[in-house]
């Protein structure tokens, strides 16, 4: 079977909870302190799953990690039970986060045909910029390992190490004539972003492409501008997203955006760079709307269609300038609203949902790939299983604990995959 782009989206955990971790991500630190809704956030998920399998694209599926991390809570010398001391709950709520169902920062992945020796190459994100996330890569490589377990056509790497500094694979991207030919592999790392850190490190981006073994002529490294960072595009993938010969980005995306451009054409001369200007679309309304964390895929027709929140959907700048480029002819053809509210207001679109990975679906192991009954039967178990809310003041009970520790049990024997339990 040739090679497609299969869409890992991770399955929004049982611990899904506001605790406003992520500095720098404007939704999280906005809805800090709210009920969450983990049943229904993963129901939502699992919708937008079935929407993407529906349009006849492949989609797969990762496990949430285990919650609360006993691992995290036991360096720390933390227990369970809940106390009164605001540094040591916060810790906790780092404990039990649910952020690793954003599985575009789950790891960098190079397709075979960029590498040199011909393999898929997935690099685990260290994501040491924040205590919440840097705790995941562990369990997200025996979780790749697992379900790329082909040495033949795949290789897996642990993280960059954390001194080289890394926030994840959400700022890379790549362009090619199609997903299966030879690709441009395009690295944006950030130096400067005011009140809030800039998360992904120019050398631990060189590293990645050190270890997949690309090609330097093929690879760019590009800057995200600091004003795109200030005003809460945490990762580049807030601001841009590709797909094979398309680049769809805000003005404000790169620090030099017109050399960042010239460079993407000198190396991909088919390239169609498609930018939103900030007069139709400010930084703000991109960032608040989440337009550019869709997910831009290659229908079987061949056409490009746009994954959107309804959130930007409904914001009238977007909307409009989504009508005005479908009906003007432009390479984006079709688009899709889905409701992913829940993961929206931690900071999360339909992009962050998903990793992507070009591979021959026959080499990945079939566990981690969905059709509609394996969906339904996830959707019986989320449904029967996970929390319908959480409040975050509860993070820290025994009692919830329990429950969180029984519904990601129950998924694993579901999909057959007690390995990971």
């Known amino acids: ?21 992520s500095l720098g991500n404007l939704a999280s630190s906005s809805h800090a302190g709210e009920v969450s809704y983990p049943r229904a956030a993963a129901l939502q998920g699992l919708a937008k799953m079935r929407h993407n399998l529906g349009l006849g694209l492949t989609q797969g599926l990762f496990a949430p990690l285990p919650r609360p991390n006993p691992v995290f809570l036991n360096a720390l010398g933390l227990g369970l039970i809940d106390d009164s001391d605001p540094a040591q709950r916060r810790l906790r709520a780092a404990a039990w986060s649910a952020s690793a169902m954003w599985t575009a920062n789950a790891a960098t992945v190079s397709p075979a045909p960029d590498t040199a020796d011909g393999r898929c190459h997935l690099s685990a994100a260290n994501l040491v910029t924040m205590p919440h996330r840097s705790q995941e890569w562990p369990d997200t490589v025996r979780q790749l390992r697992l379900a790329f377990a082909d040495a033949t056509h795949f290789a897996v790497h642990d993280a960059v190490p954390a001194c080289f500094g890394d926030e994840g694979a959400a700022n890379h991207m790549r362009m090619c004539a199609a997903h299966d030919a030879p690709g441009l592999e395009i690295f944006v790392y950030g130096k400067t972003g005011g009140a809030f850190p800039a998360r992904q490190h120019e050398q631990a981006s060189r590293a990645v492409a050190r270890v997949h073994g690309l090609d330097p002529a093929r690879c760019l490294f590009v800057e995200q501008s600091a004003e795109a960072i200030a ?56 960032i608040k709307s989440y337009l550019f964390n869709a997910q831009l895929l290659t229908l079987p027709s061949g056409e490009m269609g746009l994954v959107i929140p309804l959130e930007a959907w409904e914001m009238p700048s977007v909307r409009a300038w989504l009508d005005g480029h479908v009906a003007s002819n432009g390479p984006i053809r079709r688009v899709f609203p889905v409701d992913v509210k829940q993961s929206m207001a931690n900071g999360g679109g339909p992009a962050c949902l998903r990793l992507r990975v070009v591979a021959d679906p026959s080499t990945v192991d079939p566990r981690f790939l969905l059709d509609e009954a394996r969906i339904a039967r996830v959707e019986a178990v989320v449904a029967a299983k996970w929390p319908e809310q959480i409040d975050p003041v509860d993070l820290g009970r025994e009692s919830l604990a329990q429950s969180v520790i029984t519904a990601r049990a129950a998924l694993l024997e579901t999909l057959e995959l007690r390995e990971l339990a």
């Open 231 to 286: 005003a809460g595009a945490f990762h580049n993938d807030v601001v841009a997203v590709a797909n094979e010969r398309v680049l769809f980005a805000h003005e404000q995306a790169f620090a030099d955006p017109e050399g960042t451009y010239a460079a993407i054409r000198e190396r991909l001369p088919e390239a169609e760079i498609v930018v939103v200007p900030a007069s139709a679309v400010s930084l703000a309304d991109a």
């Open 1 to 21: 079977m040739p090679l497609v782009e299969i869409n890992f989206d991770g399955l929004v955990g049982p611990s899904h909870n506001y605790a406003g971790l």
